[in-house]
């Protein structure tokens, strides 16, 4: 099967797949789960190893269905591979930089830094889930000591709703112009308007002058609000949030589209430039065939790059 169709099949069986470990979160008994995942993280990864998929530093299924519609390991890794070109073409990303990963998941981009990366390059990720967290830990850290991650325990319905903090007021635990190179990959759409102009402020702070930071977003704007008009976006955003377009009113940030005005006017506030342009993806519009799903840069979501000065 091509790469191509494994990204559709991904897409499709990956909806399935989720539901499925969600409907067992919700109806197990809490005290089964921990064995319930370990035994599906064997069964999953011994499949994987017969159809010799496997690579140490892709994680199990079930966590990479955290991240996206990840089924196909092999999909899992060519996105990142392609992001990581991305970070290289479009912003001269180096060996030796200094690299923090804002929401980093399973550490997915990680991985793929890791033959990016030398050995006086470093990465920091956090992210508000444990779990992931503690994958990275012990699969990445332990053989790449410049590869580090935070567990943050910061309130998130979606992703971490017994947490602590509040991500609008959240001050990332790095000191102040620390990184060449900050990148928010799939975050921002999960997260509310205030959220998200704390995490762009806290970007420029931690950002050295200089560097660049790489987000990405669901943008409203004319070419993308006729797509969610016309039923063609993924996801499908049906509600308007004020100006914003949301996935659930039950929880907003479970999936949310930004205006682009919003979103350039947080930049401007947080004293960011953009460097134009903006390099819109497939996401309000997939129907344009997609081969094109993770192509050319591994992300469906439109892209802002930025510079502090
Ligand atoms: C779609 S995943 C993307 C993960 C990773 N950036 C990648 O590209 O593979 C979204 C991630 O954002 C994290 N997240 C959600 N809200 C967050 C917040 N307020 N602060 C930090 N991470 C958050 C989730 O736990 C999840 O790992």
């Known amino acids: ?9 991904s897409m499709v069986t990956a909806e399935t797949a989720g539901w499925l470990v969600a409907f067992a979160k919700r109806h197990a008994p809490p005290p089964a789960l921990p064995i319930a995942a370990r035994v599906l993280d064997a069964t999953t990864n011994s499949l994987e190893w017969i159809v010799r998929r496997t690579d140490p530093l892709t994680p199990p299924f079930r966590l990479r269905l955290h991240v996206g519609p990840f089924v196909d390991p092999r999909v899992y890794r060519a996105s990142a591979e392609r992001n990581v070109g991305a970070f290289r073409e479009l912003c001269a990303l180096r060996p030796e930089m200094s690299f923090l990963d804002v929401g980093c998941g399973v550490g997915r981009v990680a991985s793929a830094l890791t033959r990016y990366l030398s050995a006086a390059g470093t990465y920091d990720g956090f992210d508000v889930v444990r779990e992931p967290v503690e994958w990275c830990l012990r699969e990445i850290s332990s053989c790449f000591p410049n590869f580090q991650f935070q567990y943050i325990d910061s309130f998130s319905k979606r992703y971490n709703p017994r947490g602590d903090g509040r991500s609008s007021e959240l001050v990332f635990p790095y000191d102040d112009d620390g990184f060449d190179f900050v990148f ?25 002058p200089g560097g660049t930071t790489f987000a990405t977003f669901c943008l409203l704007n004319e070419r993308s609000l006729a797509g969610i008009s016309a039923g063609l ?16 009113p039950a929880d907003p940030g479970s999936f949310i589209a930004q205006p682009e005005q ?10 960011l430039r953009i ?10 519009d997939v129907s344009r065939k997609e081969p094109e ?5 591994g992300f469906m979501q439109d892209i802002v790059i930025g510079s502090k000065p």
């Open 1 to 9: 099967m091509s790469l191509t169709a494994c990204c559709l099949f």
């Open 262 to 271: 919003f979103v350039r006017e947080i930049y401007r506030k947080a004293k």
């Open 275 to 284: 460097d134009e342009p903006v390099i819109y993806g497939s996401w309000a």
């Open 233 to 248: 976006s993924s996801p499908s955003l049906p509600h308007a949030h004020g100006e914003f377009r949301i996935r659930d």
């Open 184 to 208: 928010a990959g799939s975050i921002y759409t999960h997260m509310l308007p205030e959220e998200v102009a704390n995490y762009v402020a806290e970007t420029a702070r931690v950002l050295k």
């Open 293 to 297: 799903i993770f192509k050319p840069h």
